[in-house]
Nanobody, 118 residues
Framework: QVQVVESGGGSVQPGGSLRLSCAASGFTFSSYVMGWYRQAPGKEREFVAAMTAGGGAISYADAVKGRFTISRGNYKNTVYLQMNSLKPEDTAVYYC???????????WGQGTQVTVSS
């Protein structure tokens, strides 16, 4: 059974930083994409950042370019999202997604809350 688990959310003041972690387990496919999405109250879930299993392809939403960094962990199937210069508009529930490269849908974690407020 595939499991995707996020951690690291919390509350921070504008300009602060947080690092989110995502660990995936229980799958056997070797070609996949791991990404971060977020959903603010009253809004649709939106893409934040993603990278391929080997780290060869990385993409970011325009809203977070230059502030957020996605990276792989030392342990297999782990990704991080380093978030710097946080803004109130970054407040959302952040979700990790694991998707096989040739699939349209993936596996979601339960989400972790990030709140940016003074």
């Amino acid at each position: 059974q595939v499991q995707v688990v996020e951690s690291g959310g919390g509350s921070v003041q504008p300009g602060g930083s947080l690092r989110l972690s995502c660990a995936a387990s229980g799958f056997t496919f070797s070609s996949y994409v791991m990404g971060w999405y977020r959903q603010a109250p009253g809004k649709e879930r939106e893409f934040v950042a993603a990278m391929t299993a080997g780290g060869g392809a990385i993409s970011y939403a325009d809203a977070v370019k230059g502030r957020f960094t996605i990276s792989r962990g030392n342990y297999k199937n782990t990704v991080y999202l380093q978030m710097n210069s946080l803004k109130p508009e970054d407040t959302a529930v952040y979700y990790c997604n694991l998707r096989p490269r040739k699939a349209d849908l993936g596996f979601w974690g339960q989400g972790t809350q990030v709140t940016v407020s003074s």
